[in-house]
Nanobody, 125 residues
């Protein structure tokens, strides 16, 4: 069983930035594709970004492309999401997810094996 714990959320003004972290409980997560998803109030959860096992391949939702960067440090069992130029519509609970079988592009489908409990990001206008 892999546990994922997100951190780094908070309140930020529009145009600002935050860095989210996702710490995994098991070293085996370094062999998993990982992703970030978000769920805004009253909306369904949506894909944000994905990263391959080695970190050399990434994939982004169109809505965050050019503003968000996903990265990972396998030595620390941690995945990051750097978010810049934040907009009020980025307000959501952000979830980290991991899956040992999915490719980077398959992560966007959302059917991941392991999920964190989320961290809230609020962007004020």
């Amino acid at each position: 069983q892999v546990q994922l714990v997100e951190s780094g959320g908070g309140l930020v003004q529009a145009g600002g930035g935050l860095r989210l972290s996702c710490a995994a409980s098991a070293r085996t997560v370094s062999t998993y594709s990982m992703g970030w998803f978000r769920q805004a109030p009253g909306k369904e959860r949506e894909f944000v970004a994905a990263i391959s096992r080695s970190g050399d391949s990434t994939y982004y939702a169109d809505s965050v492309k050019g503003r968000f960067i996903i990265s990972r440090d396998n030595a620390k069992n941690t995945v990051y999401l750097r978010m810049d130029s934040l907009k009020p519509e980025d307000t959501a609970v952000y979830y980290c997810a991991a899956d040992p079988f999915k490719s980077t592009t398959q992560v966007r489908l959302g059917d991941m094996k392991y999920w964190g409990k989320g961290t809230l990001v609020t962007v004020s206008s």
